[in-house]
């Protein structure tokens, strides 16, 4: 069945260091793609996504490249900073509506 | 305008009990999903509700059920708890349930969630 798979977590960075979290999926044909962020104490927040294959999404100088050939959508950032500290979920919808698959979660701890 | 809005935020019950969760959908929502997020883990897909119906149901026991009212609000019940549920219980709403996930903003918004502790 369709999946998502994070690389695991905790991820300890200095502050303005560079950031990658791996995202890989398995799913049938090419579904759109989601990285989500979930602060301490608070509910999922959509971070970016990407609709295709080759698409780029990006926000919040968070970039993530869909790519079909390995299947994966990994999270990047230039430069972090301490209020980027959060858990971050990669997903996938299936079926119809509004019904995701997450992975399960790579914490991201940003020191100054 | 308010965003989804989960009660209780915290709750703590005993094995065997049961627990009602309720949410409240953005304003002009009419669909709920319902996800269960065990510590250290991604949220699993419980339900979702459209226009008072249930539209989908995730792998999780009968002791989950869950309904939505006539003004698009729900309720998530789980009866005989077990340790195992402890967890945070998110409340997801959206427009509709067909809204294409590709939109540009996020047709699932998500409360702050209802952190359940089974002791």
């Known amino acids: 069945g369709d999946s998502v798979t994070q690389m695991e977590g905790p991820v300890t960075l200095s502050e303005e260091a560079f950031l990658t979290i791996n995202c890989t999926y398995t799913?049938?044909?090419?579904?759109?793609l989601f990285w989500y962020v979930q602060y301490p104490g608070e509910g999922l927040q959509l971070l970016l996504k990407a609709t295709k294959a080759d698409d780029k999404g990006s926000n919040k100088g968070f970039e993530a490249t869909y790519r079909k050939e390995t299947t994966s959508f990994h999270l990047e950032k230039g430069s972090v900073q301490v209020s980027d500290s959060a858990v971050y979920f990669c997903?996938?919808?299936?079926?119809?509506?509004?019904?995701?698959?997450f992975g399960q979660g790579t914490e991201l701890s940003v020191k100054p | 305008d308010a965003g989804v809005t989960q009660s209780p935020t915290h709750l703590i019950k005993t094995r065997g009990q049961h627990v009602t969760l309720r949410c409240s959908p953005i304003s002009g929502h009419k669909s709920v999903s319902w996800y269960q997020q065990v510590l250290g883990q991604g949220p699993q897909f419980i339900f979702q509700y459209y226009e008072k119906e249930e539209r989908g149901r995730g792998n999780f026991p009968d002791r989950f059920s869950a309904r939505q009212f006539p003004n698009y609000s729900s309720e998530l019940n789980v009866n005989a708890l077990l340790l195992g549920d402890s967890a945070l219980y998110l409340c997801?709403?959206?427009?509709?349930?067909?809204?294409?996930?590709?939109?540009?903003?996020?047709?699932?918004?998500f409360g702050n969630g209802t952190r359940l502790t089974v002791t």
């Open positions: 997801a709403s959206s427009l509709d349930p067909t809204a294409q996930l590709s939109s540009y903003n996020s047709p699932l918004h």
């Open positions: 799913a049938t044909g090419y579904p759109s």
């Open positions: 997903a996938l919808p299936y079926n119809q509506g509004g019904k995701l698959i």
